[in-house]
């Protein structure tokens, strides 16, 4: 009996809401805070590089989505346009006033593109599922092109793709290419813990209830006193806060650019499929679901060599593609609650071991 | 008990409604005093539970006036009926199926929680304290209802008799002081209509909520219903107690013209 929630007795709702009511559950929280703190000490600076932090930040952008999609059921194929705003108020922000801290300009770029999902999610009072999703998409070729077409954005820098301004925090560098890679992990790292635990505690309130409310039955939701378009538009602010500031983050302390092909529409769709495996409506699933994506192609390119086959590389990115298709109608048709519901059944299976009834 | 007895909480006058052709109320006039239970009964397709859409603001009328509170409209709206105390259940279970028990309880206190998003998002002082009062209240019904041991199921892998009583559940939670009860008993075995017949009552007696609810078992309108109106074809076609209802010839009629046809 590794993991138990019988004898686990609540005396109060307090205890009963917490945010890990499960002992168990709490130390899994807690190792993995550990490890996390720890992993640049046993990481390569390879692995921090190309795997943590876009893992990190993917994990934000995919919870972002997963608020907007998995638990308010707005389905939405926007979420790079809405990261190309983060990353490009961002740099107008840190531009203009140089001495502002990076988290304050984060947090602006990620309110500015709260206040264009807003915008964005004002149809979706009338225009629900597919014909929703096309808005989306319009909403993120209109932004990136918005940001190719008008200079202003990139302070009619020549080249149109300005770096990254070098910016310290108490004393140390942590965005731009001068910044060390473990300063750089340990902001991201922080930032996305603080996010995911807001996030958490969002859907576990009422605002999460009326959210999946509004998902599960929009009418019957409306009829015990929901307002449905306020409802939906939180719902798209406070998504579009969350990719904002991954995008944000995804220019400054990753790529150290800030270029639109970054955020185009198949980065909208990478983090869809993220939330779609990792699970809809799971804050678990969101960072499951963005280190599958970002690993399935680091694991299918190493793999050839690992068992001493001989794979060009066009075969193994169709490979890809193939694998990313199967797996998508595998959950969609199989397990709509994905990695997460996985997890879950896992832990049961553990729950109950060694006496399976 | 809120307010007095034989005072009408909800008038409603001359109520005609129509889709396209289909006149489904026509000069449909009746009152639900305080603290009764009142049932509406009818032939399928009489017009009852679009009357009750009416009353909490999901159709519009095209003619007529809607008296709740003292207060007359010519029409309601679902928000503003649920602010004001109507909440109601639905003919065709309208729970939220991804969600558990209660959670989907818990999504009928929205009126008494105000706390706006960012003290939720911190979780601390008024929005926990907001949580915890609600979640009291709510396991207050849980108890109630006898569900404690399906709290935590999703609703869509309950059985149809326990999804019926948490949405009851879901409507007690707002403390309505009308509650619309569409079938509350459709579709249940004998065991659980009776079980269903004992929760109205004791929520009508023990909170004073007033009732109004459309039922087809004529056995159990008889028995928990103070006064009856009859509804066919759109029209009314007789009001009064139980006993008065059903000694009335054209019901009768309308019954049996049913059963033949
Ligand atoms: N949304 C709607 N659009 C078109 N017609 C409707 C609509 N709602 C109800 N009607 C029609 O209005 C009439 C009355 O329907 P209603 O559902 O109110 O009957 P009912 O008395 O509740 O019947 P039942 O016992 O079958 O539930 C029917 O002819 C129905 O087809
Ligand atoms: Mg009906």
Redesign the interface.
Known sequence: MFYREAGDFKSTYAEDQALFPIALDRWFVLAAAVMACGVPLVASEYWLSTIFLPVLILSIAAIGLNLLTGYAGQLSLGAGGFMACGAYMAYKFTTAFPELNMVVVFALSGLSAAAVGIVFGIPSLRIKGFYLAVTTLAAQFFLLWLFTKVPWFVNYSISGVPTAPPREMFGVPVTGASASVEARYYLVLALTAILALLAKNLVRGRIGREWMAIRDMDIAAEIIGIRPLKTKLTAFAISSFYCGVAGALWSFCYINIVEPTAFDINRSFAILFMIIIGGLGSILGSFLGAAFITLLPVFLNNAPALFNLQISSTLVSHIEFMVFGALIIFFLIVEPHGLARLWQIAKEKLRLWPFPH | MVGEKNEALLKVENISLAFGGVRALEEVSFDVMRGEVRAIIGPNGAGKSSMLNVI?G?YHPQKGSITYKNRRRAQMK??A???AGI??T?QNI??????SAL?NI???R??K?K?G?LW????IGP??RE??EN??FV?GIIDFLEIQAIRRVPVGRLPYGLQKRVELG??LA?EPDLLLLDEPMAGMNLEEKEDMCRFILDVNEQFGTTIALIEHDMGVVMDISDRVVVLDHGKKLADGTPAEVRGDQAVVDAYLGVARG
């Open positions: 909490n999901f679902p928000h009926a649920a602010a909440a109601r639905f309208a729970l939220f199926r991804g969600m959670d818990m999504t009928g929205v009126h929680m706390r998003f939720q998002a911190l979780h929005a926990r949580e915890m979640r009291a396991e879901r409507a707002a």
